[in-house]
């Protein structure tokens, strides 16, 4: 192993789960294949923070029951992660820390947001932490992660992608690989657990 490219956590850091929520996972209502991989690697990563103490955000779909990204209202998917539903909640096996920033988002009919930044205080709540570095996984790749990823390294923010730990929908073929290369063409690294230095 070439020490010389291992990263260190440090001050500055912080870990984004982005939506991993029960409707994601198989059995869930828009389950996104082999969407349950991302837990136990999630939760790897988010053992290396809690040891820091270092912040962790969790982004999540909630939407009310009429949402505009429902087929019912003329958008694309099922129902799915409805607020205060079981559906909606984080998977069950997610360690997430009593301190972890919960951030929803399209709560309200009419908005959808893709992005954990979108329409939320994510934004100001990294501000407030001197985030500098994002370490980002979740679901989906080609879809919640790809545009968070995307407004994070927009924002300015140096973005570490969970390439362990995250999934896609692959509504088209190859939607998943696309969005990885777009977001390391747009600046975002690659980085496995194992990347991180002891
Ligand atoms: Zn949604």
């Known amino acids: 192993m070439n020490s010389s490219s291992s990263i260190r956590l440090q001050a500055g850091d912080a870990l984004i789960a982005v939506d991993v929520q029960n409707d994601f996972l198989p059995g869930g209502s828009l389950a996104v294949p082999e969407g349950d991989a991302v837990v136990p690697a999630i939760n790897r990563y988010l053992a290396a ?3 820091r103490a ?14 505009c990204s429902f087929k019912a209202q003329g958008g694309i998917w099922p129902p799915h992660c409805v607020a205060a539903t079981r559906g909606a909640e984080f998977a069950h096996a997610l360690t997430l820390p009593e301190t972890a920033v919960i951030i929803s988002k399209a709560a309200t009919p009419e908005a959808d947001a893709y992005s954990g930044f979108g329409g939320t205080n994510l934004a100001a709540r990294l501000r407030a932490d001197e985030v500098t570095r994002l370490f980002i996984g979740g679901l989906a790749t080609d879809y919640c992660v790809l545009n968070t990823v995307r407004d994070a390294l927009a924002e300015g923010y140096t973005v570490l992608l969970l390439a362990d730990a ?3 929908v ?3 073929a190859g939607d998943g690989a696309r969005a990885l290369d777009e977001m390391q063409g747009l600046g975002a690294r690659a980085i496995r657990y194992e990347d ?3």
């Open 49 to 51: 923070f809690a040891a």
């Open 54 to 67: 270092l912040p962790v955000f969790a982004t999540r779909d909630w939407h009310p029951t009429n949402h």
């Open 166 to 168: 995250i999934r896609a």
């Open 170 to 172: 692959d509504v088209n």
């Open 196 to 198: 991180l230095a002891p």
